[in-house]
């Protein structure tokens, strides 16, 4: 019996290191390929992303919180 080769064919478990990885460096085209072969057919992946990149928007919050209020009136952020 021959065993076909999916040459993009990722798990849950490559993918999710992937999503984190991406946060870091740019992903080589086939990894970029894999990753959304697997998005489009996963439940759970889809989710994680969303989650991922909450907490990148949180962190680029609380790196530029300065702890100050805002004068009222005062349009700058």
């Known amino acids: 019996m021959m065993m076909i080769s999916y040459p993009f064919r990722r798990t849950c478990k490559e993918v999710s290191a ?4 991406r946060e870091d460096r740019h992903l080589a085209w086939p990894d970029r390929v894999a990753l959304r072969v697997h998005m489009a057919m996963c439940e759970a992946c889809p989710k994680f ?3 991922v990149l909450t907490m990148r928007n949180a962190m680029r919050q609380w790196r530029n ?5 805002p004068a009222p009136g005062d349009t700058q952020q």
């Not at 919180?65 to 209020?69: A, K, R, S, V």
């Open 65 to 69: 919180y300065t702890g100050e209020e």
């Open 18 to 21: 992937l999503l984190i990885a």
């Open 49 to 51: 992303e969303r989650q």
